[in-house]
C-alpha cells in the first residue's frame, strides 16, 4: 500500500496494516495484533497516528471511512489499550510457562483474565467495552438464527461459555440454554450475569469430555474461539471432545465450531475438522467460512448423521 511507504511503519506490523487498510479485517482487530506486535500503547500510537494522517489526506473515501473508524476506537478507549496490554502480557506469560496440564493452565489463565476484565476475557478484540462486545456477540447470533439453530423447543450446549453472553441473549428464543467452562471465575460470572433467567444452567467442567450430560440430550452444541486452547491441549483432546460432542448430540443436531486453532492456517483446520468430521459421524455444511464483519473468526457447520458413532 502507498500510504505505508509515505510513513515509517516496522516491517513486523506492515501485513496487518495492509489488511486493515484493504478492508480484510476490522479495526477492532487491528489494534489488537497491533497492540500485540508494539506491547505498549504509547509505542502503538506513535506508529499508527502518522499513518493515519496519512490516509486522511490522500485515502480515497473507503481508507477514509476506515480511519474514521479506527479514530473512534482510539478515542472511546483511552485506558482500555493499557489494560489490554496487561491481559496479552498475562497470556504471553502464560505461554512461557508450558509446563502441567495444558487445560489445568488455561482454566487458571482464564480466571486470571476474568478479574480483571470480563468483557476482555472472553474476547480481546472488545478492549472491554461492553457496547462492542455486544456488536460481536449479535453478529454470532444473527448467524445462529439464520441456520435455525434457535428455537422454542431447542435445547442447547455451549462448550467455553465464558461470561454467558451467549447464554443472556438467547434464553428467550431457546427452551433451554446450558453452558460449561473450564474457569471457576467464568463461571462465577455467569451465573450472576444470568440469575434472572431459568432456563439457564451452567457447569464448571473438565475440558476433557462431557460426561456431565447423557447422551442424545441437545439439539445443537456450539463452541465460539474455545477449540483452540483445545487444540493446544493435543489432537487426542480435541478427538476426545469431538466424540463427545456426537454423543451428546440427537440426531441431525447441529454442531457449530467458531476457530479450531490458532495456528494461522484456515486450509490445514479444514482438513483436520473434515477427518474428525467423517470419524464421528458428521457432515460439513459450512466449512470455514468467515461471515462476520468485526471478529475474523472461522466458523463450520456440522450436522450429525445419526445418534451412533463408531
Excluded at 496494516?17 to 489494534?31: C, H, R, T, V, Y
Excluded at 435445547?155 to 441473549?169: H, T
Excluded at 457447520?301 to 463408531?310: A, P
Aim: hydrophobic share 45%; proline share 4%; net charge negative.
Amino acid at each position: 500500500m502507498a500510504q505505508l511507504d509515505s510513513v515509517m511503519v516496522p516491517r513486523v506490523a506492515r501485513q496487518t496494516l495492509s489488511d486493515w487498510i484493504a478492508g480484510k479485517i476490522s479495526a477492532p482487530i487491528a489494534l489488537l495484533a497491533l497492540l500485540n506486535i508494539f506491547r505498549q500503547p504509547e509505542a502503538l500510537r506513535a506508529a499508527l497516528e502518522p499513518l493515519l494522517a496519512q490516509i486522511r489526506t490522500v485515502g480515497d473515501p473507503h481508507q477514509r471511512d476506515r480511519t474514521a473508524e479506527m479514530n473512534r476506537l482510539l478515542q472511546r478507549l483511552p485506558s482500555a489499550l493499557t489494560n489490554i496490554s496487561e491481559l496479552l502480557e498475562i497470556e504471553r506469560n502464560h505461554q512461557r510457562s508450558g509446563s502441567g496440564d495444558p487445560i489445568a493452565r488455561c482454566a487458571a489463565l482464564f480466571d486470571q483474565l476474568v478479574k480483571k476484565s470480563e468483557e476482555a476475557s472472553v474476547a480481546l478484540y472488545s478492549f472491554g467495552d461492553a457496547a462492542l462486545l455486544q456488536s460481536v456477540t449479535n453478529e454470532v447470533l444473527a448467524l445462529l438464527a439464520n441456520w435455525n439453530f434457535l428455537g422454542p423447543d431447542h435445547v442447547l450446549l455451549q462448550i467455553g461459555c465464558g461470561i454467558g453472553r451467549f447464554e443472556a441473549a438467547l434464553a428467550g428464543s431457546v427452551k433451554m440454554a446450558y453452558g460449561i467452562d473450564i474457569s471457576t471465575q467464568m463461571i462465577a460470572a455467569a451465573r450472576r450475569r444470568c440469575a434472572a433467567q431459568p432456563n439457564v444452567r451452567f457447569a464448571v467442567c473438565t475440558g476433557h469430555d462431557l460426561s456431565l450430560f447423557e447422551s442424545e440430550m441437545f439439539d445443537g452444541v456450539y463452541a465460539v474461539d474455545t477449540f483452540p486452547y483445545l487444540s493446544a491441549a493435543g489432537s487426542e483432546v480435541v478427538a476426545k471432545n469431538f466424540q463427545e460432542i456426537a454423543r451428546v448430540l440427537r440426531a441431525h443436531g447441529d454442531f457449530l465450531l467458531m476457530n479450531f486453532s490458532y495456528r494461522g492456517s484456515l486450509q490445514a483446520d479444514r482438513l483436520e475438522i473434515e477427518t474428525l468430521a467423517q470419524q464421528y459421524g458428521f457432515e460439513i455444511l459450512a466449512n470455514g467460512i468467515q461471515p462476520f464483519e468485526i471478529w475474523d473468526g472461522a466458523v463450520w457447520r456440522l450436522r450429525l448423521r445419526s445418534s451412533t458413532v463408531g
